[in-house]
């Protein structure tokens, strides 16, 4: 038998196959959702899944007969598709994406010439329906890209009134971290305005030749995080082996270069260095005990290394200084319990006062109950003798080490930069918890005093002033991760010197910096109870009435991923895992903390316009997953080995503990953030009244290694710096965008200079 065609088309049992290829895909769609779906509703989840699988089963089954009827009800589906995820999503594109990626193509695949002549001869699908809902579908994505759903629209104020901003520097120096020890992270310099910021040029760029050498020499965690500092006309910064460059301000050309041979290796949980202290001695300077000061190092700049040295250099040779310490070198690993390389770390800059050089480390995290100390030290900045000692989980903070007596071990420490008032004579030390960070039972008082808090120690004596508790038995590794930001603001009693310190929780502490009581209300809260066997959990804690955290807890509406797929599985895993809340306790289940690890501030910090009295921000939204582990043959409670992984996230021993600890960030299958966008803000706020005035998602799908600039808003680790370039009513803002997806060799590229371009300079 001879089967003939018309001229031109393909015969019938070859296109007939387009038809059976399709329904047997609608199908296999079908079965995953009516499979996966009914376990997410079986844990509480939306039965939307099984409702569209059991619609997508009978769909494909008239899809395989030819079934005239089958694109009808397809285009139910999608209709009811849309009605769920606007009334779960709202009109985002990035949400409604993640609920229409995989049936919108798919409906527009069942339109296209060669799936519609596959059906049966007079059995021509009803089409019009599925053009007309997928026509729908189409107008409620272009509406939502025109769109942002969780942008707060508002403005700030312009400068009210006259304020003193003389610091005794330069305006185009930028001399300390923050800029000055107040870590205000403000330029009073003008030439910037919101007009031509987008007119920046790249004037130089200077590459550091400082390049990683991953899972060999160098941890998994090594990243290129240094805030550089700039003097007159030299900008000095260092590379993540701590090698300290010097450069001409104006050409980006290398003046001097020090390295401090550092031997790291892979097992170290960071290489970072943050960035150096710089000190300049005035006229008839003297030391400590009286003595005038030598000739040499009249302007030094201190580097601390993550094997545990702090370094003194001449600013003007980048010679170590003969004078400080043993030929320019502190050793910081003396008077530890722990004296390995590696344990302790300086990955942050000092703090260099009149006289005292204050210098805190960060430890292993989650390694074990046998850390270093987190104890605070007072050096004499010409010197480096030890001034003085304050450790925080001693009875007698302030007793200085000797022969017979040590730091006590795994005190909290401080690893991000501390802030200074001279005129109050007090430096504010912010400080994380007692290690490891996810199970405390073991925990002394004296090691939980000031952990997670704000310390104020006297600059002079090192003996504490006051301290405020951001987060009580610290289980979730929330410490305060910024450097504090000191401002004077004007309050209803007047104007106050205050203290403002970003936590992980999401909480802006908002302190009289003279006394530690709060300016802004923090009252206590009952949290989730429920802690593992040997631990226990603190009742409540303080939640800042200035906080950026969301106002409502997650549900499985809040997940999301690359398809719809990815976002049934992270709505599963959702479910799977235990929350309640923040301070959610750790456990076996696994918890779901959210902010996560890192934090919704982290070491960036905020930045603030005292003119204005106004701060920027950048919290992200990130959570992470926690789960403990029994003791087994893979899970020892003693050490097998010599030294850490080298990371903070996946398993962590927390030898010493019943338990170890797995930790990762909340990620879908595909490697997808769980958590639906944006993951990373800017955010304006009042100082005056204390109210978020506005907010925006910042950062596109670029920043993430992405071809096409699409407005998502990406997770930030830099913060911003504001300057007095105001137009409108509005500062000149920078930020620095750190997708968590940049490649290591990315963060590790240099350092560059921008100008305005030559039509906009001044």
């Not at 020090?258 to 960071?270: I, R, V």
């Not at 952990?451 to 590794?477: E, M, N, P």
Request: net charge positive.
């Amino acid at each position: 038998m001879e089967i003939l065609s018309a001229p031109g088309s393909a015969p019938r049992s070859r296109t007939g196959l387009w038809l059976k290829i399709t329904s047997v895909l609608v199908l296999l769609i079908a079965v995953v959702l009516v499979v996966a779906g009914g376990w997410l509703a079986a844990l509480g989840g939306s039965v939307y899944y099984v409702i569209a699988g059991a619609a997508m089963a009978v769909t494909a089954l008239l899809l395989w007969r030819g079934h005239r009827f089958a694109y009808p009800l397809y285009a139910l589906i999608i209709a009811a598709t849309m009605v769920w995820a606007v009334s779960e999503a709202g009109f985002d594109f990035w949400r409604l994406a993640a609920r229409g990626d995989v049936l919108v193509p798919l409906g527009i695949w069942l339109l296209l010439p060669w799936v519609v002549r596959a059906h049966p001869a007079g059995t021509r699908p009803l089409r019009w329906p599925l053009g007309a809902v997928l026509a729908i579908a189409v107008c409620i994505v272009g509406f939502s890209l025109t769109r942002d759903s969780v942008a707060t629209v508002g403005n700030l104020p312009g400068v009210s009134g006259p304020v003193n901003l003389a610091d005794g520097m330069s305006p185009d120096d930028w001399q300390a971290y923050g800029r000055d020890n107040a870590g205000k992270r403000f330029s009073p310099l003008t030439q910037i305005t919101p007009e031509n910021a987008d007119k920046l040029q790249v004037a130089w760029t200077f590459r550091t030749g400082d390049m990683p050498a991953l899972g060999k020499a160098d941890p998994v965690e090594s990243t290129f995080e240094v805030t550089p500092i700039k003097i007159g006309n030299l900008v000095y910064l260092c590379s993540p082996h701590q090698i300290v460059f010097a450069l001409d301000a104006a050409t980006g050309k290398q003046v001097w270069k020090y390295d401090p041979k550092l031997q790291a290796n892979n097992t170290f949980q960071h290489l970072t260095c943050r960035g150096l202290a710089y000190h300049a001695a005035p006229a008839n300077a003297v030391d400590t005990q009286g003595k005038p000061v030598p000739a040499q190092c009249r302007q030094s700049v201190f580097l601390p290394t993550n094997d545990g040295r702090m370094i003194a250099l001449d600013a003007l040779t980048g010679r170590p200084c003969e004078d400080f310490g043993a030929h320019g070198t502190l050793n910081l690993n003396q008077s530890m319990n722990v004296t390995e390389k590696g344990f302790l770390e300086g990955t942050s800059p000092p703090v260099a006062t009149k006289q005292i050089l204050i210098v805190t480390g960060a430890v292993t995290d989650n390694y074990s109950t046998n850390e270093p100390s987190g104890a605070v030290r007072g050096y004499d900045i010409y010197t480096g003798r030890l001034v003085w000692a304050w450790d925080p989980g001693a009875k007698n903070e302030n007793q200085l080490p000797s022969a017979t007596h040590h730091f006590t071990p795994n005190s909290p420490n401080s690893w991000i930069v501390s802030s200074a008032d001279e005129k109050l004579g007090l430096v504010y030390i912010p400080t994380g918890v007692e290690t490891p960070d996810i199970f405390g039972g073991n925990r002394k008082p004296d090691n939980e005093r000031y952990a997670s808090s704000i310390v104020a120690l006297d600059i002079a004596t090192g003996k504490r002033v006051w301290s405020y508790q951001t987060v009580h038995h610290d289980l979730w590794d929330m410490d305060v991760p910024s450097q504090p930001t000191l401002m004077d603001v004007q309050t209803a009693h007047g104007m106050v010197p205050a203290i403002y310190a970003p936590a992980k929780t999401g909480n802006i502490f908002v302190l009289d910096r003279r006394t530690g009581k709060p300016i802004v209300p923090a009252p206590e809260k009952a949290v989730p109870q429920g802690a593992v066997a040997g631990d226990w959990l603190s009742k409540t804690q303080p939640f800042s009435e200035l906080s950026l955290r969301p106002k409502d807890n997650l549900t499985d509406a809040n997940m999301w991923g690359a398809t719809m797929f990815d976002q049934l599985a992270c709505r599963i895993m959702f479910k799977r895992l235990r929350y309640e809340g923040p301070f959610t306790p750790p456990s076996l289940q696994g918890t779901l903390v959210f902010p996560g690890n890192l934090g919704m501030f982290e070491w960036g910090g905020i930045s603030v316009d005292p003119q204005r009295q106004i701060a920027i921000t950048n919290p992200m939204t990130v959570p992470f997953v926690s789960k403990l582990m029994k003791r087994g043959p893979d899970n020892p409670s003693h050490p097998t080995k010599d030294h850490p992984a080298g990371s903070e996230t996946g398993v962590q021993p927390m030898y010493g503990t019943p338990y170890g600890v797995n930790l990762s960030a909340f990620l879908s299958p595909l490697g997808m953030p769980c958590m639906q966008p944006p993951w990373g803000y800017v955010a304006g706020i009042d100082l005056k009244t204390n109210k978020v005035i506005w907010q925006h998602r910042v950062g596109t799908t670029q920043d993430a290694g992405l071809p096409l600039p699409l407005k998502i808003g990406v997770p930030m680790l830099g913060g911003t710096i504001t300057t007095g370039g105001a137009s409108r009513s509005s500062p000149a803002l920078w930020t620095t965008i750190s997708a968590l997806s940049t490649s290591p060799t990315a963060r590790w590229s240099g350092s560059s200079a921008c100008r305005p371009a030559a039509s906009q300079r001044r």
